[in-house]
């Protein structure tokens, strides 16, 4: 038997009938087409079909157009990663596999967001030995239905009694995520009203884009069986309080955490500072791939630990980079997070592009500037972050460093997405915006 027979008898097994084929278009959505299990060995052969226009896709499924990308003609290839084949148990009868796009010849697919990430993992394994660990925090809010968010699960901040109140469902989103091989290190209510967070095990980038997928749409048909519409827009309600998607990483050679033991600020090594100092220096441009929604801005204010300020510090939760040297016994303690990012981005544009980013920053061997001490807010030389969608868009369009990562067809359709959905919203208020949105990720 060869490989996807293999997979197939597996799922047969398991009672598997269909599997969804995922990837996630420019605006942030997961699009699917599902495949029974008999026709598994085809669709790994032959890929299964779907039009490139929903590159060009907005949040409202609504269509603009791109230099490269658009119109009804043409059709790709979905391609299932059976690597990442998971029967998922919280959909019985069901498993999930991401997918690689393919043109049609079976060429690679330049506007392919999977292979991006990918290019851009072997470019920093090859040029300078390094591999990097990720992980992407998944933060939501449950209610009854999507416009009631809040209304259960509505005790304290952080508080036990939020755990007392769901606790069957919170049990088994534990055993949905433990029995589809994912590893929570944490479950905790949040700091808003019905709102949770699960952060994963750390592990490669491409794994880590594909896993945030995973954990969200577990989390979703497990909070579904039990009642609950769970929300992982930037914001839910007009608050004050949003959803983040923050995003975790270290450096790694020949199996040495390189945030640690080094002469750098808070024991970086060089290699570490450098790749972060290149991430640090495009972060206005990476919010256009990391908070991709105009309503991401609303979330994206001082005082909510969202990292609204273009800062770095150590421990510092105001700061879009916060640092973290964790314990002296703990190698895989120290890392960097990643807090303005949000679960509107597209987790593989986003691992890719950071990815992109610091190695910019090896190659010109930058260093950070001195890091932030308490609320950047107010501080001297304390800048924030692009404060609306078009400001974090053209320095997305100005920045050489992901232009050339991203390459035209590409970057030119998330420019046109961006910028379609920044004018789709231009009239809309805050709440309208809120509403418009919440229910769409
Ligand atoms: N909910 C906050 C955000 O919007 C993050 C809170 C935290 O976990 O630090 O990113
Ligand atoms: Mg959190």
């Known amino acids: 038997m060869d490989h996807t027979q293999q997979a197939m008898a597996r799922l047969t097994s398991a009672g598997v009938r269909g599997i969804a084929l995922t990837w996630v278009d420019n605006a942030g959505i997961t699009r699917v087409k599902a495949v029974p299990t008999a026709r598994l060995k085809q669709a790994v052969r032959n890929g299964v079909g779907m039009s490139p226009v929903f590159d060009v896709y907005l ?54 967001q999977r292979r991006f990430a990918r290019r851009q993992v072997a470019t920093v ?22 416009d009631d968010a809040g209304q259960v699960a ?40 019905g709102q949770f967070e699960v952060s994963l095990t750390p592990t490669g980038p491409l794994a880590a884009a594909d896993l945030a997928v995973l954990a969200r749409e577990t989390v979703r048909a497990v909070s579904a069986r039990h009642g609950l519409a769970a929300s992982f827009a930037p914001m839910v309600r007009g608050d004050g309080l949003g959803n983040g998607r923050h995003l975790h990483l ?42 991709p929604s105009p309503a991401s801005y609303l979330r994206l204010r001082p005082g909510y630990w969202a990292g609204a300020y273009h ?55 930058l260093t950070l500037p001195l890091p932030v001490v308490g609320d ?44 379609a959905e920044a004018e789709l919203y231009e009239a809309t208020g805050p709440d309208e915006l809120v509403t418009a949105t919440r229910d769409r990720y």
């Open 311 to 365: 800062s770095w510090g150590l421990e510092n939760r105001e700061a879009a980079l916060r640092f973290i040297e964790g314990s002296p016994d703990d190698l895989g303690g120290a890392n960097a997070e990643l807090k303005c990012f949000d679960g509107a981005a597209n987790p593989y544009l986003l691992v890719g592009a950071v990815l992109a980013a610091g190695i910019a920053g090896l190659r010109e061997e």
């Open 59 to 112: 949040v409202d499924d609504s269509m603009t157009d791109s230099p490269h990308i658009g119109g009804p003609d043409g059709d790709l290839r979905l391609v299932p990663d059976l690597d990442r084949l998971t029967v998922l148990a919280g959909q019985p009868g069901w498993a999930w596999a991401p997918v690689d796009r393919f043109e049609s010849s079976r060429a690679p697919y330049p506007a392919c």
């Open 154 to 193: 509505n005790g304290p901040a952080y508080g036990m009694a939020r755990l007392v109140e769901l606790s069957d469902y919170l049990s088994a989103l534990l055993d949905a995520f433990t029995a589809q091989g994912l590893e929570p290190l944490q479950l905790h209510p949040e700091y808003a009203l």
């Open 250 to 291: 270290s450096l790694w050679r020949e199996g040495k955490n390189l945030c640690r033991g080094g002469d750098g600020p808070f024991g970086m090594t060089a290699d570490c500072e450098a790749f972060l100092a290149g991430v640090f220096r495009e972060l206005p441009a990476l919010l256009a791939l990391g908070a």
């Open 376 to 419: 950047p807010s107010g501080q001297l030389n304390q800048k924030r972050l692009p404060e609306s969608l078009p400001a974090a868009v053209d320095r997305l369009a100005a920045s050489s460093v992901l232009a050339t990562a991203l390459g035209p067809e590409l970057l030119g359709a998330v420019l046109a997405v961006r910028r």
């Open 125 to 146: 394994a090859e040029e300078f030995g390094i591999e990097l660990l990720m992980g992407f925090e998944t933060e939501w809010m449950v209610g009854r239905a999507a």
